[in-house]
């Protein structure tokens, strides 16, 4: 009878199965998308933006253009976000994209929307860090799983005030920018940041990005989209949360959008 025994319970163990039935749709041609990625970069770049260190920017993409982000002086972290640009409910859901895919995306995966949208905005084209895949840890890059660094949480953690943070920048980016609310803000696709969980805890865990200047990564808008882009404060992630980030160690990150050209 469970709850009588002293003794340690044993419980049957049984192997694991994926949760999740990949839908189609969750599921791109990659010579469809390699097509396409190469089509869109033959046309023209229609806007260039650097999010400055320890900043937020936003932008706004038209379905089919690719944006790439670049590591363009330093390693370093972004923490985005993604809203349909006709309708900001509609926003990145990191919970069912996690689901649908793993807890980091790689080339090919998409970025779904919340409820009762669920459909792709975008998808992940090309990574020049591809080849780092799943180290010793369990670690790996761009991360459906974190929430995004708060001054709230940092509190809770040192009892200190302090205003520089992925999710106050996004919400200085949007406010400002886009005449947004902090409530706008939502959960993050960790772009560049190596992260897993513990073995022995399954504690979520960080080590210091891989990413060097020059390495990039690419998607596809699916929908019309408003994109914010962090360059997160804790620069390449290399000090953790609630001790003093260096300078030195936070970089801007540049975006480019592409778009087709109309004769091609
Ligand atoms: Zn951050």
């Not at 905005?121 to 974190?146: C, K, R, W």
């Amino acid at each position: 009878m469970v709850g009588t025994s002293m003794e340690k319970r044993i419980f049957k163990q049984y192997e694991p199965t994926i949760c999740y039935n990949k839908p189609p749709s969750a599921q791109v041609d990659p010579a469809e998308y390699d097509n396409k990625r190469l089509e869109t970069l033959s046309g023209e770049i229609v806007e260039t933006l650097i999010v400055p260190k320890r900043t937020a920017r936003t932008w706004t993409m038209q379905a089919g253009d690719l944006c790439r982000i670049t590591v363009c002086e330093g390693s370093q972290v972004g923490d985005m976000n993604f809203w349909n640009l006709d309708n900001i409910k509609e926003h990145f859901y990191s919970g069912k994209t996690r689901q649908l895919h793993s807890t980091h995306l790689k080339v090919y995966d998409r970025l779904w929307s919340n409820f009762p949208h669920l459909r792709p905005m975008a998808t992940l084209v090309h990574d020049t860090l591809a080849d780092y895949g799943i180290d010793e840890h369990g670690g790996a890059l761009h991360d459906v799983v974190g929430t995004r660094c708060d001054d709230y949480t940092y509190k809770l953690i040192t009892g200190k005030d302090r205003v520089g943070s992925c999710h106050s920048s996004l919400t200085k980016a949007i406010v400002q920018e886009r005449g947004m609310k902090e409530e706008d803000v939502h959960d993050v696709w960790n772009i560049f940041m190596c992260t897993g969980f513990t073995r022995d805890t399954q504690q979520y865990f960080c080590k210091p990005s891989p990413a060097r200047k020059g390495d990039y990564l690419e998607f596809i808008a699916e929908i019309n989209l408003l994109i914010a882009l962090s360059a997160c404060p804790q620069g390449d992630v290399s000090v953790v949360v609630g001790e003093e980030v260096p300078d030195e160690i936070c970089h801007p990150l540049k975006v480019e959008i592409f778009r087709k050209s109309n004769n091609n």
